[in-house]
């Protein structure tokens, strides 16, 4: 599809132009896929200017795909990267890999496989840990390229104005179809997560949004979006419903077919430390978390 511009006009108000039913969220994510050209060239800032004359064309997937070609010279190292600018290196984390490394001083981590992978280009590179998963969660993660990148999408963690939305297989159905759990949490000084009364003083809040996705008999599939980010917050709030996640033994759960935690960090919405324009990345879950790939074994 090719639209001609006769003023200048902001990216993304042209595509609302073009898609006006389409939320903006997903008018963004075709920007981020590599979807959008202007003039012939892949643009990704909702903001850029599309100047008069310009010609805005949206690719279907595959033809974006043959636009953003692999490197000729293969990167050696085992990392999934899903966008990559001047900022960020935005990748999809698998499981049983750590975020960081602890005080045991591990040397495979995803924060050491992001440096690898940009000091293979550049030997001075550097990237910085801007948010962490747990071992076992698989999925998004962003790392910041600049301390400049890293400050500012700190700060929107902290203010709580990321969207973090994770996809969990749980054993069994919540009662309700959709809803909120609010807990308060507190970490022991063994690192255990324990559930406090709110005014516990060490006690911090877990807010946690979910809804089914897909069940079957004995499985469910929800969509959790955090407002929080605690530690082990989403397999807490699933084992406060009694339906823990499939693999978190550690919460309750009596299965686990896939060896793994059945938690995946599925999208992250923010604002982009280099144009402060709303960018969504998605990795999307293996096959495994359909509950129709899943045997009843509760």
């Known amino acids: 599809m ?10 993304l108000d042209v595509l609302r132009s073009l898609y006006p039913s389409s939320s903006g969220s997903k008018l963004r994510k075709m920007l981020t896929q590599g979807r959008i050209t202007v003039d012939g060239e892949v643009e990704h800032r909702a903001k850029h200017p599309v100047e008069s004359g310009s010609k805005v064309t949206v690719l279907d997937r595959p033809e974006a795909f ?37 005080d045991r001083l591990e040397i495979d981590t995803l924060h050491s496989r992001g440096v690898d992978y940009l000091k293979f280009s550049n ?92 069940r079957t008999e004995d499985h469910a599939l929800m969509e959790v979006e955090i407002e929080t980010g605690r530690r082990h917050q989403i397999r807490m709030a699933m084992q406060f419903l009694q339906t823990p996640i499939v693999g978190d033994t550690l919460h309750g759960a009596q299965t686990n077919p896939h060896r793994r935690v059945m938690l995946h960090a599925h999208a992250l919405e923010f604002l982009h430390p280099g144009t402060d324009d709303p960018v969504r990345f998605e990795a999307p879950p293996p096959p495994t978390f359909l509950p129709k790939n899943n045997p009843s074994t509760l």
């Open 2 to 11: 090719n639209v001609d511009v006769n003023e200048p006009t902001p990216l």
């Open 66 to 102: 043959d636009k953003t070609p692999p490197p000729t010279v293969k990167n050696p190292i085992d990392i999934e990267i899903l966008f990559e600018d001047d900022d960020l290196l935005v990748v999809n984390k698998p499981t049983h890999l750590l975020s960081v490394a602890t």
């Open 123 to 214: 030997p001075k590179a550097w990237c910085f840990i801007v948010h962490r998963l747990d071992k076992e969660t698989s999925g998004v993660m962003v790392l910041a390229k600049n301390r400049a990148a890293k400050t500012y999408l700190q700060e929107q963690f902290t203010q709580r104005q990321v969207h973090r939305i994770y996809l969990a297989l749980v054993e069994g159905i919540p009662e309700n179809d959709a809803d909120t759990v609010n807990t308060w949490l507190m970490e022991d000084k063994f690192l255990n997560v324990k559930a406090v009364n709110s005014k516990h003083p060490k006690g911090k809040e877990a807010i946690s949004h979910y809804h089914i996705v897909e």
